[in-house]
């Protein structure tokens, strides 16, 4: 994204490609260290859903290297095409039906669903070009209680929905179920002694 485009400035702004009515933009996530924000929220118009994503999702990331000009109408123009949009949105983790970049997951906070602060997100596990886990570093204090190491991979499939206001991912289970999960157990490589 060019310098001179302040999220501020694209807020509520209808993005397109080409003469294709993609979305709008509604938010970034806040972070303190402004480097690290790569993507825009983009709430994702029904038939671009449709067509464009293997399973409609209503709002994904839009990166910002990809806003080229703002068009005479105060639209955001792209300088990709709908199948280079098609391509990053394969490239993202679906939570509660929505498509998340990497960037926007790094350094939340992940709660079990019972309040408990697990860690927080330092990297993803990828399995055959799919996001498959969420690497956190733990807390010393469960690394105890449940003899976890310091670092573990959650299944991405157990990432129930996102906080905006307090930057957390939360669990669909409690701590204790997760790791007795067979996916858990399979991405964190632990044999089990019969």
Same mark, same amino acid.
Request: contains cysteine.
């Given at each position: ?23 709008? $933009? ?66 993202? $983790?679906? $939570? ?99």
């Amino acid at each position: 994204m060019s310098e001179e485009y302040r999220i501020q400035e694209l807020l509520q702004r209808e993005v397109y490609v080409g003469d294709t009515l993609v979305g709008i $933009i509604t938010g970034e996530r806040s972070h303190p260290r402004d480097e690290f924000v790569k993507s825009m929220r983009l709430e994702v118009v029904d038939n671009v859903a449709g067509e464009f994503m293997r399973k409609p999702a209503g709002a994904a990331p839009l990166s910002k290297e990809l806003v080229h000009s703002i068009r005479p109408d105060g639209g955001v123009k792209l300088s990709k095409s709908m199948r280079e949009l098609q391509r990053r949105w394969r490239n993202t $983790i679906r $939570i509660d039906e929505q498509l998340w970049a990497p960037d926007e997951l790094l350094d939340r906070a992940v709660m079990d669903n019972d309040g408990i602060d697990l860690g927080n997100v330092i990297g993803f596990m990828k399995v055959k070009r799919t996001y498959r886990g969420v690497i956190i570093n733990t807390h010393a204090i469960l690394r105890r209680k449940y003899q976890l190491p310091e670092q573990i991979v959650i299944p991405v499939k157990q990432l129930a929905r996102t906080t905006s206001f307090l930057d957390e991912l939360i669990l669909r289970c409690t701590a204790n179920r997760l790791v007795t999960l067979p996916s858990y157990i399979a991405l964190n490589g632990i044999d089990t002694v019969e």
